[in-house]
């Protein structure tokens, strides 16, 4: 079990930058997959970014060259660094610990980014 609170959520213009910071529980350096997942009014939760606990990564097309995801397994946190943000990267960002069968969600964080 593990418990996700992010932080670093806010309202920014078009062509700025937010990092999202996810602290965990306890010891993350054994869990294989974590990521970042957003989910914007009135549409379904989709995938942001993903990272393994070699530092496999992988990047919703959308938001590749622009997003960034890292761990921390010293500090137990993975960030998402997000770059030359549109519009339509708004949405509530939440945290994912991938403890196979079960998965573990933070309470999210809101991004909004003006035009």
């Known amino acids: 079990q593990v418990q996700l609170v992010e932080s670093g959520g806010g309202l920014v213009q078009a062509g700025g930058s937010l990092r999202l910071s996810c602290v965990a529980s306890?010891?993350?350096?054994?869990?294989?997959?974590m990521g970042w997942y957003r989910q914007a009014p009135g549409k379904q939760r989709e995938l942001v970014a993903t990272?393994?606990?070699?530092?496999?990564?992988n990047y919703l097309g959308s938001v590749k060259g622009r997003f960034t995801i890292s761990r921390d397994n010293v500090k137990n946190t993975i960030t998402l660094q997000m770059n030359n943000l549109k519009p339509e990267d708004t949405a509530i960002y939440s945290c994912?610990?991938?403890?196979?069968?079960?998965?573990?969600w933070g309470q999210g964080t809101q991004v909004t980014v003006s035009s």
């Open positions: 306890r010891d993350i350096s054994s869990i294989n997959v």
């Open positions: 990272i393994t606990a070699l530092g496999s990564t």
């Open positions: 994912n610990a991938d403890l196979d069968p079960n998965k573990y």
